[in-house]
Structures are given as C-alpha cells and as structure tokens.
C-alpha cells in the first residue's frame, strides 16, 4: 500500500525537477553592473605639433563640475598622473547619480584652487612672453561639456571613466621664413642663421568664460608686448639626394602662442647673420586670431628685403586643411 504522504513528496519532488529544468533550459539575462559614484577620467589632446600638449605629457590638469545640487558641484579639482598612468583627483569626487544632469570644465595648465563655472570670468590666463619649444605654460587646453549623464555611452568608457577630449583655447603663430638662395654664395648654411625673432605686440591676458553655452577666451585686455618665439624647424637648401644645393632655399620656422584677439598689424623682428630685419603684417583692420586656430605668415628674406611670399594662412591647430587671409 502507498502511502497518501509519499504521494505528496512525489509530486512536489517532480514539480521541483520540472521547475529546474525549465530554468535550465532557458538564458539568464545579466545583471546591471552597480553604479560606480567616483569620478574617474580618460584624457587626451587633440593632436598638434611640438611645442605644446600633447595626450603624453599632459601630466595634470583641472575638473570642474557643476550640478544642480552644490553638494556634488566641485570648483576646479587638480588631477595628476601617478607613476602608473592613472589619474588621481585632488580630493574625492562624487557622481550624484547615474541619470543626474551635470555640466563639466576641464583645462590645462592647473589654476590656483577656488574657481567656480559660475564665475564671469571663470579666471584670467597670460601667456608667455619668452616663449620655448619645451615649455606648455602658454598652451591653454579646454574641453567642456554641458547637460550630460554618466548614462551618455559616448562620454564614458566601458571602465565608467569619463573621456576628456582636450583642444587648445589660444591661437597658435607661426612665421615662416624662406632664404633667399644668395644666403648660399658661401655655401648652404649648416645651422639656421635666424635668431632673436620677436613677435608683436600683443595683447597677453584673457578672461575665460562660458559664453552661449560655448568654453570661450573672451576679448583680450592689458598692455601689448612682444613675445619673443622659438624655433619649431630648419629645414636647409639640399637637392633631392639630400646634398648640399645652393640653387635651393634653407627655411626655417618659429612659432609662439598667442591669445585669441583682433589685430591690424604686428611686426616680426629678427636677426639673420648679425644683421637686424623688421617686417611688418598688416590686416586693413581686418585681422583676427581665433581661438583653436594655427596661423602661418610666409616670409621670404633677402640680403636687403622682407617680403611676404602669400597670405597668411589659418588652419585648425590639429593639422587640418587651410583659409587664406587677405594681408598686407
């Protein structure tokens, strides 16, 4: 005889097998992975040419952020490179949530501490005015965002860091100079015989602010003053075998960093076998520097003459295509 109990144990033991197996047979979705609330960071710099920063030796730089509640609003937060490469704020920072709209400032070089987005301006940036190829302190960099999530996919990596995609808020000034190929009568140059070349005036300072939602270097203020450039490249007169050609031209090119500004003219200085040179570019009142922007002006030099070989030329300071500006 069975018994009634054993009945019951049967029948819940096969309602438990058919239960697994049916779980068995079907696909467990994945869990969501936990919200990470600590800021974390992937930088880089849009790139350039030397002389400036690139995502390499970027070694810190400033986070601001800006949400509705002040306690997960940071005024500028210095972040700097451990040995390892990976970025370590100043102090913690906090998300205040995963769907929680935040607006975002980054720049480079580091800023005394205390800054605030909602300043106007933000702070006041100076360039150099002795300028070298290795120095990064007159290269402004900037990258800023605004009503974003830690939801954007397009912003955040799949480690949950936030990409900072640096550009540089100045101007970049390059003059080139083509030798006349009389330089060569005594034999093509070895070394470039350009120095002392400074550049000017400029305005030096600018006031930084948000601007129509826009990271924007606001007109420049203060005195004008020359700044003295360095050389970016010397390129001597050689033929295509790579020899010596007097019939060719040397060129050399400095650059130097200048704040974004409206300008009629400027001069260029400089000495070329102990003999002094003064050019001077004029605009017609039409010159502009603008922010992100490389500009080259083509000098071709003689034994007793400057001359410009054509217009200046503006390209976006990441290498890109080139406008020619009407110049004097």
């Not at 410009?308 to 004097?328: K, Q, R, V």
Request: with cysteine; net charge negative.
């Amino acid at each position: 005889m069975i018994h009634k109990s054993n009945i019951i144990c049967g029948s819940v033991l096969a309602l438990l097998l058919t239960l697994l197996g049916a779980a068995g047979c079907g696909k467990a979705s994945s869990p969501e992975a936990p919200f990470d609330p600590v800021v974390r960071v992937a930088p880089e710099v849009a790139p350039q040419t030397r002389g400036s920063y690139t995502t390499e030796n970027l070694k810190e730089f400033d986070l601001f952020i800006h949400s509705e509640n002040s306690k997960y609003s940071y005024t500028n937060t210095k972040f700097t490179k451990n040995t390892s490469g990976e970025w370590e704020p100043a102090k913690t920072m906090l998300w205040e949530g995963k769907k929680t709209k935040f607006d975002f400032l980054a720049i480079a070089p580091s800023q005394a501490s205390g800054l605030s987005l909602t300043k106007d301006p933000i702070f006041v940036f100076e360039v150099e005015t002795e300028q070298t190829k290795e120095s990064t302190a007159s290269d402004l960099l900037w990258a800023y965002k605004r009503d974003i999530s830690c939801e954007d996919t397009d912003l955040f990596d799949s480690e949950g860091k936030m990409k900072i995609a640096f550009n540089h808020a100045l101007s970049k000034l390059k003059v080139q100079f083509t030798l006349g190929s009389e330089f060569n009568h005594s034999g093509v140059p070895q070394s470039n015989p350009i120095s002392d070349v400074k550049i000017g005036k400029f305005k030096m300072q600018t006031g930084i602010k948000i601007n129509n939602n826009n990271f924007d270097p606001v007109l420049p203020f203060g005195e004008t003053k020359t700044i003295q450039a360095y050389e970016e490249s010397w390129t001597k007169a050689v033929d295509e075998a790579g020899k010596d050609d007097k019939t060719k031209n040397c060129v050399a090119v400095f650059e130097c960093i200048v704040v974004p500004q409206n300008w009629d003219e400027f001069t260029v200085n400089f000495v070329l076998g102990g003999k002094p040179y003064t050019y001077t570019a004029n605009s017609a009142g039409n010159g502009l520097f603008e922010s992100g922007k490389s500009y080259t002006l083509p000098l071709t030099v003689g034994k007793d003459e400057v001359i410009m070989g054509n217009n200046i030329t503006a390209t976006p300071w990441d290498d890109g295509g080139s406008d020619d500006l009407e110049t004097d």
